[in-house]
C-alpha cells in the first residue's frame, strides 16, 4: 500500500507540474507589436532642450512575399514617423500615443545620431537604450553628417525597405574589411573602459543615396572629430588587421599617372618600450595586388616591382603619420587601442599614469612592409 500511494503520489504531482507548465501567460502575438527598425536623433531646431526622434516602421501587408496585397514600392513598404520629448524615453512614449500597437525595438537594426547631437554628448541618449533589455546590442550606431532624420527618410530604390539598404551597406563592407564592425555593444564597452576611447561609423545622405564616409572619433561620450576613408583604413590596419580599401598612388615624376594597390591580408605588431625612453612601434605587413596602374608597366626587372612596393610604403606611412597626428594633438582620442595593449603588457607603468593624458605625448612610429603578390590577369 505505501509503495502504490508513493507511485499515485509522484504521479500526481508530475501533472501538476505540467499543468502549471503549459501556455504563456506573458505571450504577446506579433500582430500586436509596431516594430522599428530604424530610429533617428536629432535637436529640435529652436528649441535645443528637446530631442526630436525619428522612426521607420514597415508596413508588413506591403512588403513583398507577405500575404494580403502583395509588395508595394520602396516609399509604400514604410512608414516614417516623428515625434519629439524632452528626452529619449519622453519622445518614444508620445510617439506610443500615435500608434495603435506597443512599440517593439528588438528588432532595430540602425541608430542613427546627427553630428550636432554626437557632440553635445551621447551619455543621455543612450542611457535609456542601454537599460532596455529589448534594445539590441548588435545593432549598428552611427553619426549622420547633418540631420539623422535624412539617414531615415532616404529611399536610394535598391532595396523595398531603405534601412534594409544601410544595413547591407554596413555588413557588407565589413564582411570585406572596408567598414569597421562597429555595434552599440562595443560602443557601450568602449566608454566604459579608461584603456580606449570609442568611436562610430559616419555617414552622409541624401533623399536619393546614402554613403558611408569615415570614423566618427570620440572622446568619452563627445564626438570630437572625424576621419575621412583613407584615414579610417589605415586606422582598421593598425587596430584590427582588417584590410581597408584599394590604395590609389600617384606616380612620382609622371604627371597624372596613378598605381592602385588592392590590400587582401593585414598583419600588425605592437612593439612599446619603457627602457631608454617610452616608444610604441607599429609594423604592419600589407599583402594583396596591383590592379590598376595607367602608365606603361615594366615587372620584368626585379627591382622595378620593388620600386611599387617603395612607393606604396612610403604613401601608407604617410598617412599613417596624418592618422596618429590627429588622434594625438587634435582629438586626443586613444581610438587605436594602445592603452588597452599597455595596460595588458605593462601593467606598473598603466597603474602609475592617466593613459588619457600621456597618449598625447606618447612617441609612436608606424612602418609599413607592402608586399605585391599578383599584378593582375595581364603577363608581363
Known amino acids: 500500500m505505501t509503495r502504490g500511494w508513493c507511485k499515485k503520489a509522484v504521479l500526481l504531482f508530475m501533472i501538476v507540474c505540467l499543468a502549471m507548465m503549459t501556455g504563456c501567460w506573458d505571450r504577446r502575438e506579433l500582430e500586436e507589436r509596431t516594430f522599428v527598425l530604424a530610429v533617428g536623433i536629432d535637436r529640435l531646431e529652436g528649441k535645443k532642450e528637446m530631442y526630436k526622434i525619428t522612426a521607420q516602421i514597415p508596413i508588413p501587408i506591403k512588403i513583398a512575399g507577405s500575404g494580403g496585397q502583395g509588395g508595394g514600392s520602396s516609399g509604400d513598404a514604410v512608414r516614417v514617423m516623428t515625434t519629439t520629448g524632452r528626452t529619449v524615453l519622453d519622445a518614444m512614449n508620445n510617439l506610443q500615443k500615435r500608434l495603435n500597437q506597443r512599440v517593439f525595438l528588438g528588432h532595430t537594426r540602425i541608430l542613427a545620431i546627427s553630428e550636432e547631437?554626437?557632440?553635445?554628448?551621447?551619455?543621455?541618449?543612450?542611457?535609456?537604450?542601454?537599460?532596455?533589455?529589448?534594445?539590441?546590442?548588435?545593432?549598428?550606431?552611427?553619426?549622420?553628417?547633418?540631420?539623422?532624420?535624412?539617414?531615415?527618410?532616404?529611399?536610394?530604390?535598391?532595396?523595398?525597405?531603405?534601412?534594409?539598404?544601410?544595413?547591407d551597406l554596413i555588413e557588407s563592407g565589413a564582411k570585406s574589411g572596408s567598414i569597421p564592425d562597429q555595434t552599440l555593444g562595443d560602443f557601450y564597452i568602449q566608454t566604459s573602459s579608461k584603456g580606449i576611447q570609442p568611436f562610430m561609423n559616419?555617414?552622409?545622405?541624401?533623399?536619393?543615396?546614402?554613403?558611408?564616409?569615415?570614423?566618427?572619433?570620440?572622446?568619452?561620450?563627445?564626438?570630437?572629430?572625424?576621419?575621412?576613408?583613407?584615414?579610417?583604413w589605415v586606422l582598421m590596419q593598425l587596430r584590427d588587421n582588417q584590410r581597408g580599401g584599394d590604395i590609389v598612388v600617384p606616380l612620382p615624376g609622371k604627371k597624372g599617372e596613378y598605381l592602385t594597390f588592392r590590400p587582401h591580408?593585414?598583419?600588425?605588431?605592437?612593439?612599446?618600450?619603457?627602457?631608454?625612453?617610452?616608444?610604441?612601434?607599429?609594423?604592419?605587413?600589407?599583402?594583396?595586388?596591383?590592379?590598376?596602374?595607367?602608365?606603361?608597366?615594366?615587372?620584368?626587372?626585379?627591382?622595378?616591382?620593388?620600386?611599387?612596393?617603395?612607393?606604396?610604403?612610403?604613401?601608407?606611412?604617410?598617412?599613417?603619420?596624418?592618422?596618429?597626428?590627429?588622434?594625438?594633438?587634435?582629438?586626443?582620442?586613444?581610438?587605436?587601442?594602445?592603452?588597452?595593449?599597455?595596460?595588458?603588457?605593462?601593467?606598473?607603468?598603466?597603474?602609475?599614469?592617466?593613459?588619457?593624458?600621456?597618449?598625447?605625448?606618447?612617441?609612436?612610429?608606424?612602418?609599413?612592409?607592402?608586399?605585391?603578390?599578383?599584378?593582375?590577369?595581364?603577363?608581363?
Not at 553635445?120 to 553628417?145: I, S
Request: net charge positive; with cysteine; hydrophobic share 40%.
Open 117 to 167: 547631437v554626437a557632440r553635445r554628448g551621447t551619455k543621455p541618449l543612450f542611457d535609456a537604450y542601454r537599460r532596455d533589455p529589448t534594445m539590441r546590442r548588435l545593432l549598428w550606431p552611427v553619426v549622420v553628417k547633418g540631420e539623422a532624420q535624412t539617414l531615415l527618410m532616404t529611399n536610394p530604390k535598391l532595396a523595398q525597405i531603405p534601412v534594409v539598404y544601410i544595413m
Open 202 to 232: 559616419y555617414v552622409e545622405a541624401s533623399r536619393v543615396d546614402v554613403s558611408w564616409k569615415g570614423i566618427a572619433v570620440f572622446r568619452e561620450d563627445r564626438m570630437v572629430g572625424a576621419l575621412d576613408d583613407k584615414l579610417s
Open 265 to 380: 591580408f593585414a598583419e600588425t605588431q605592437i612593439e612599446v618600450k619603457h627602457n631608454g625612453g617610452h616608444m610604441a612601434h607599429y609594423t604592419c605587413v600589407l599583402q594583396g595586388d596591383l590592379i590598376e596602374i595607367t602608365t606603361e608597366p615594366d615587372f620584368m626587372e626585379k627591382q622595378n616591382v620593388e620600386a611599387y612596393q617603395k612607393i606604396i610604403r612610403q604613401e601608407m606611412e604617410k598617412r599613417a603619420q596624418k592618422l596618429i597626428g590627429k588622434l594625438q594633438k587634435e582629438y586626443r582620442s586613444d581610438i587605436l587601442k594602445l592603452g588597452l595593449w599597455e595596460k595588458a603588457n605593462h601593467w606598473d607603468y598603466w597603474r602609475k599614469h592617466d593613459w588619457q593624458q600621456v597618449f598625447s605625448d606618447f612617441p609612436i612610429r608606424v612602418t609599413y612592409d607592402i608586399r605585391i603578390r599578383r599584378f593582375g590577369m595581364e603577363v608581363p
